[in-house]
């Protein structure tokens, strides 16, 4: 991982927008696009139809996708069975691959399978997973991902219930000493945005209201400029 990369990962609050949400059909446009406007990271889902009803994108596009922009690759695996594919996506280039808690019975062998390659491992949660199902995980992990919908669909409307998840993981990283990043997802735009980064969130992720705007590169400014 690069020096600028390493130091991204660090900086307080990024922002992610969502790859769900772009046009498919221009994709290296879109992103360099958000890229030019000051995103931190790229936030690429990925869908199998199966753990989520909805089908999205293999390692392929990820390969190409990486050959058109620097970006943080943040990759989201909504997948079952994630282990048979994390090989894939790490050689396809994601800087930090998350999977889901739901969906990893043994969920400290699949984070070692990524961290053993040399890049970030993430946890998420549905919003009716609580979060203390991490607490024997949590310090071998660098963030949380915090799902404010449910997943599987873009353009759906925040949770509030996350609002305390975030607060009970900021105590839960504390207690531990955790340096892991508070991710949330789902429903994000400045009112939103607000609230959970008030609430303790490091990582915003946006789909919607980045890449549907008309405007996609006032709307990432519009998120950097809560902060």
């Known amino acids: 991982m690069s020096a600028e990369k390493e130091r991204s990962i660090k900086k307080m609050t990024l922002i992610a927008p ?7 059909a221009r994709l290296a446009e ?5 890229e030019k406007a000051g995103a931190d990271w790229l936030h690429i889902d990925v869908m199998d139809g199966h753990f989520v009803p909805n089908l999205t994108i293999g390692p392929p596009v990820v390969s190409n996708l990486r050959k058109e922009t620097n970006l943080f690759f943040d990759v989201h695996l909504m997948i079952e069975k994630p282990d048979l594919l994390i090989p894939d996506f790490i050689k396809a280039g ?3 691959i998350t999977v889901h808690e739901e969906a990893c019975p043994h ?5 070692a399978m990524i961290k053993a390659a040399n890049i970030k491992a993430g946890v998420a949660l549905n919003p009716a997973t609580p979060v203390n199902v991490l607490e024997c995980i949590i310090e071998e992990i660098d963030l949380v991902l915090l799902m404010s919908v449910n997943p599987g669909f873009g353009g759906q409307s925040f949770i509030q ?12 990283l504390g207690a531990k000493k955790s340096a892991a990043l508070i991710q949330v997802d789902g429903g994000i735009n400045p009112e ?10 490091d990582v915003l992720v946006a789909g919607s209201f980045v890449f549907k ?3 996609p590169t006032h709307a990432v400014k519009q998120l950097k400029e809560l902060f």
Do not use: Q, W, Y
């Open 94 to 96: 994601s800087d930090l």
């Open 213 to 215: 705007a008309n405007n």
């Open 107 to 111: 969920l400290h062998r699949t984070i």
């Open 30 to 34: 879109s992103i360099k696009e958000v």
């Open 161 to 172: 219930g996350v609002i305390p998840k975030i607060v009970e993981l900021k105590s839960m």
């Open 192 to 201: 939103t945005g607000r609230k959970v980064v008030a609430a303790g969130c």
């Open 18 to 24: 969502s790859l769900l949400a772009a046009n498919f």
